[in-house]
């Protein structure tokens, strides 16, 4: 019974979401939706390396990584994009690797910081090297081929709504894909890391191998939803990868609450990217309103969002449970 209800309230707002663009018809608010979904895989990324004890500055640049990749072997060498994405994906997960089998001896401080200068030389590596475009980046970028479908047609990429069911079909392959790790040894090592990496490996934990998978794994999503945003956008340049997106990334899990690997992270890509527009009163005063508002959530939340739907949803399966045995008449 309890195993039943607790996949309820997911399955409700995978059935709000599947019928959400016949109810929204704006294409600005289904745009909202659609960069929810993928800040949500990219603050599960931040997550997953968290929860080994990690904390990186680093994933927008692997983000980067995947939209310049798939771009250019689009543009460049004329690969269908369904080959590309997974293509871009693993070259990110390949960098991660290279970069991850050196930085992660260095956990704490000098972790942060070997992420955040991966961050910066990445970023000035698409500033500089022809290839990449220089400043202005890539434009022109093609939309993803259409997908022929049975009994239904053609599916192109024209309009929001294709994009949007797409961003949604990754977010719950991330989703389902993290699901079966946490649940895992995998999974389990990654929490006792978390919780005393010196006593994991007195019990025989291979604590570098373990993060290194993190820190790989983390890139191959970043990367993937890199893909999926160079050809959504249209358009890529450096400055959208930069250090500020690695902070907003933090953001997102932090919000969400730390404890909660999946939940947090996408409760908070929706507070984060939702409020400022809710709140645009004045483009000059809007980043004041939005960083107090944040603060206000921090300092009273310290659990996230995540955290307070989950008390509260069991405040009331608690009290339908009295009220089912005849404990509340």
């Known amino acids: 019974m309890k195993y039943s209800r607790s996949w309820l309230i997911p399955l409700l707002l995978i059935i709000v979401a599947l019928a959400l663009p016949s109810i929204i018809h704006n294409p600005y608010y289904l745009h909202l939706f659609i960069m929810v979904f ?40 004329g690969l ?21 089998s ?15 200068l991966i961050c910066f030389v990445i970023e000035k590596m698409f500033s500089y090297v022809k290839i990449f475009g220089g400043w202005g980046g890539i434009i022109g970028i093609p939309s993803p081929n259409s997908v022929p479908i049975p009994f ?15 961003s949604l079909c990754l977010l719950l392959l991330t989703v389902i894909f993290f699901c079966g790790l946490y ?33 790989v794994i983390a890139s191959v999503i970043s990367g993937l939803a890199g893909s999926f945003y160079a050809h959504y956008n249209g358009t890529i340049n450096p400055a959208t990868f930069g250090i500020l997106k690695s902070i907003h990334i933090q953001i997102y899990a932090i919000l969400g609450g730390l404890a909660s690997y999946i939940l947090g992270p ?7 990217t ?17 960083g107090f508002t944040l603060i206000l959530i921090v300092i009273f939340l310290p659990n996230g969002f995540a955290g307070l739907m989950q008390m509260i949803l069991h405040k009331l399966f608690e009290r339908g449970e009295k009220i089912g045995t005849g404990y509340i008449n």
Not at 102 to 116: A, E, H, K, Q, S
Not at 153 to 165: A, M, N, Q, R, T
């Open 38 to 77: 993928l800040n949500a895989i990219l603050g599960m990324g931040f997550s997953i390396i968290y929860s080994t004890g990690l904390i990186t500055l680093g994933l927008s640049a692997f983000w980067g990584v995947g939209a310049y990749a798939s771009a250019l072997l689009v543009m460049r060498w």
């Open 80 to 100: 269908s994009y369904w080959f590309a994405m997974p293509a871009a994906a693993l070259i990110a997960g390949m960098i991660g690797l290279f970069f991850g």
């Open 102 to 116: 050196f930085i992660i001896r260095y956990p704490g401080v000098g972790f942060v910081v070997f992420t955040l």
């Open 152 to 166: 239904w047609g053609v599916l192109e990429f024209s309009g929001k709504i294709p994009y949007y069911y797409l």
């Open 183 to 215: 649940s895992s040894r995998i999974g389990r090592a990654w929490r006792a890391i978390s919780l005393d990496s010196r006593l994991a490996e007195a019990v025989g934990v291979y604590i570098y191998g373990y993060r290194l998978a993190a820190f």
């Open 266 to 272: 996408i409760t908070g890509s929706a507070i984060f």
């Open 274 to 290: 939702l409020l400022p527009e809710f709140l645009q009163i004045s483009p000059a005063i809007e980043p004041y309103i939005t």
